[in-house]
T-cell receptor, first 112, second 113 residues
Framework: KQEVTQIPAALSVPEGENLVLNCSFTDSAIYNLQWFRQDPGKGLTSLLLIQSSQREQTSGRLNASLDKSSGRSTLYIAASQPGDSATYLCAARAPYYDKVIFGPGTSLSVIP | NAGVTQTPKFRILKIGQSMTLQCTQDMNHNYMYWYRQDPGMGLKLIYYSVGAGITDKGEVPNGYNVSRSTTEDFPLRLELAAPSQTSVYFC????????????FGSGTRLTVV
C-alpha cells in the first residue's frame, strides 16, 4: 500500500532564505508526483508535476526533484517571500486503481 | 475557463439530514474525484470516476454515494449526516492517462451538528 509522508509538518523561516520541503513515498511504482500549494480556507493549486521518467521540474523560484529509487521528492524554494506562506502538499499517482495518494502537508511560514 | 466548480462553499447540516455536494468541470476531463480533508490528515479519497457511467470506491466511501451521468458533473450525496462527516470536501478532475496532473475545486466546508 502506498503511503506518503512529509517532513517537517511545519517550518518557519526568515524572508530571503532558500528552503527544502521533503516528501517520501513507500512504493516506487508511481506514474508521477505532483506538488500543490494550499492557502488557508482555499483549494489546492498545482505547482509542479514530475513524470516518473523525469528527475526534476522548475517553475520560477520553485524546483522539484524526484528520486524513485529512494522514494523521495523535494521541493526547493529559492529566496523565500512572505507570500510563499501556505501549506505545501505532495501527491503520488499510483498505477493501480488510478489513485493519487496525498501526504499530510508541510505548513510554511515565511517571516518578514 | 472555469475549471472545477463546487457548490455550496459552506453548509451546516443537522445530524440525520441529507445533502448533495455539486461538482462540475468544463475541461472535458475523463477522471473525477471526491476527497475529504481533515485537519492534519491530508486528503482521503472518497469516490472516483473514470468516465460517465463508471464510479468506484476510494479509501473512505462509507456514508457517501456518487453518480456520473455526464462527463461534466460528479455530485456527492451524503445520506444521514453524522458528526464524523464534518470536513472540507474537494472535487478534482484530470484528463485520461497517468501523465496528467489534477485540477481541484475550491472546496465545500461542511459542518454536521
Amino acid at each position: 500500500k502506498q503511503e506518503v509522508t512529509q517532513i517537517p509538518a511545519a517550518l518557519s523561516v526568515p524572508e530571503g532564505e532558500n528552503l527544502v520541503l521533503n516528501c517520501s513515498f513507500t512504493d516506487s511504482a508511481i506514474y508521477n508526483l505532483q506538488w500543490f500549494r494550499q492557502d488557508p480556507g482555499k483549494g489546492l493549486t498545482s505547482l509542479l508535476l514530475i513524470q516518473s521518467s523525469q528527475r526534476e521540474q522548475t517553475s520560477g523560484r520553485l524546483n522539484a526533484s524526484l528520486d524513485k529509487s529512494s522514494g523521495r521528492s523535494t521541493l526547493y524554494i529559492a529566496a523565500s517571500q512572505p507570500g510563499d506562506s501556505a501549506t505545501y502538499l505532495c501527491a503520488a499517482r499510483a498505477p493501480y486503481y488510478d489513485k493519487v495518494i496525498f501526504g499530510p502537508g508541510t505548513s510554511l511560514s515565511v517571516i518578514p | 475557463n472555469a475549471g472545477v466548480t463546487q457548490t455550496p462553499k459552506f453548509r451546516i447540516l443537522k445530524i440525520g439530514q441529507s445533502m448533495t455536494l455539486q461538482c462540475t468541470q468544463d475541461m472535458n476531463h475523463n477522471y473525477m474525484y471526491w476527497y475529504r480533508q481533515d485537519p492534519g490528515m491530508g486528503l482521503k479519497l472518497i469516490y472516483y470516476s473514470v468516465g460517465a457511467g463508471i464510479t468506484d470506491k476510494g479509501e473512505v466511501p462509507n456514508g457517501y454515494n456518487v453518480s456520473r451521468s455526464t462527463t461534466e458533473d460528479f455530485p456527492l450525496r451524503l445520506e444521514l449526516a453524522a458528526p464524523s462527516q464534518t470536513s472540507v470536501y474537494f472535487c478534482a478532475s484530470s484528463y485520461w492517462g497517468p501523465d496528467s496532473g489534477y485540477t481541484f475545486g475550491s472546496g465545500t466546508r461542511l459542518t454536521v451538528v
